[in-house]
C-alpha cells in the first residue's frame, strides 16, 4: 500500500511542532520516500538525533509496513 | 530483545575500531546503493576504517543496533565509538566538512566519485 503522503507529512509536523515538513515520492512506488524537515526542535542536537526525530514521528508506518525507506534531510528554520 | 553474545561482540568491535562501518556487503563488493555511498565518501578521506558485512546476519544485528544506537537501518558509521549516522547524514557531513572534523582528517579537495544509481542490478565486479 502507497503511503499517503500528506499523512505522513501531518505525522512528523504533529510531532515537531513549528517545523516545516515536505516528504515526497523518491520512486513513485509510494514506499520510498524523502521528507525534507526545518524544526526548531533540531536546535543543538546532531543529525543523527535530529533524524531520530523524524524517523520516531512516522515510526507506525514503518512497523506497518506502508513505508520501506525515509530519507531524511534536516535544517534549522531558516 | 538482542542477543547478548553478539551485542558484546558488536560492541566490543564500535570500541576498538575509531572508524567503523557497518554495511551490507563489503568495500569491495558493496551490496546496497545506500553502502556503496558510504564508502564512496570514506574513500575519498584519508582514514582507515573497519568494515562489517551485516547481511550474514541482518536481523539478530538490526536488534542489536536497535538497543545500542536506536538505529535499524545499515549502512551505520561509527565514529570514536559514536554512532554518526547513514548514508543521508554521512553525505551531508562530508558536505558540510563536519565529517572530516569528525574524523580529524583535512576536509579532501576532490568531491567523492559520481554517485552510481543504487540500481537493483548486482554490484560491479572489479577483479
Known amino acids: 500500500m502507497a503511503a499517503d503522503l500528506a499523512e505522513i507529512e501531518r505525522m512528523i509536523a504533529d510531532a515537531l511542532p513549528g517545523a516545516s515538513v515536505s516528504v515526497t515520492d523518491e520512486t513513485g512506488t509510494g514506499d520510498h520516500l524523502r521528507a525534507t524537515v526545518a524544526a526548531p526542535q533540531f536546535e543543538g542536537l546532531a543529525r543523527i538525533a535530529q533524524h531520530r526525530l523524524v524517523k520516531a514521528a512516522v515510526k507506525e508506518r514503518f512497523d506497518d509496513g506502508t513505508i520501506h525507506a525515509l530519507s531524511v534531510r534536516t535544517e534549522l528554520p531558516g | 530483545?538482542?542477543?547478548?553474545?553478539?551485542?558484546?561482540?558488536?560492541?566490543?568491535?564500535?570500541?576498538?575500531?575509531?572508524?567503523?562501518?557497518?554495511?551490507?556487503?563489503?568495500?569491495?563488493?558493496?551490496?546496497?546503493?545506500?553502502?556503496?555511498?558510504?564508502?564512496?565518501?570514506?574513500?575519498?578521506?584519508?582514514?582507515?576504517?573497519?568494515?562489517?558485512?551485516?547481511?550474514?546476519?541482518?536481523?539478530?544485528?538490526?536488534?542489536?543496533?536497535?538497543?545500542?544506537?536506536?538505529?535499524?537501518?545499515?549502512?551505520?558509521?561509527?565514529?570514536?565509538?559514536?554512532?554518526?549516522?547513514?548514508?543521508?547524514?554521512?553525505?551531508?557531513?562530508?558536505?558540510?566538512?563536519?565529517?572530516?572534523?569528525?574524523?580529524?582528517?583535512?576536509?579532501?579537495?576532490?568531491?567523492?566519485?559520481?554517485?552510481?544509481a543504487p540500481a537493483q542490478s548486482p554490484p560491479l565486479q572489479i577483479e
Open chain 2, 1 to 116: 530483545m538482542a542477543d547478548v553474545e553478539l551485542k558484546q561482540k558488536v560492541e566490543e568491535l564500535i570500541a576498538g575500531n575509531p572508524v567503523l562501518l557497518f554495511m551490507k556487503g563489503t568495500p569491495e563488493t558493496p551490496r546496497c546503493g545506500f553502502s556503496m555511498r558510504v564508502v564512496q565518501v570514506l574513500d575519498t578521506m584519508d582514514v582507515e576504517y573497519g568494515a562489517v558485512d551485516v547481511l550474514p546476519a541482518l536481523q539478530p544485528l538490526r536488534e542489536v543496533t536497535a538497543e545500542i544506537s536506536d538505529w535499524q537501518t545499515f549502512p551505520q558509521l561509527y565514529v570514536n565509538g559514536e554512532l554518526l549516522g547513514g548514508a543521508d547524514i554521512v553525505e551531508e557531513m562530508f558536505d558540510s566538512g563536519e565529517l572530516a572534523e569528525a574524523l580529524g582528517v583535512e576536509q579532501p579537495e576532490a568531491a567523492p566519485a559520481p554517485e552510481v
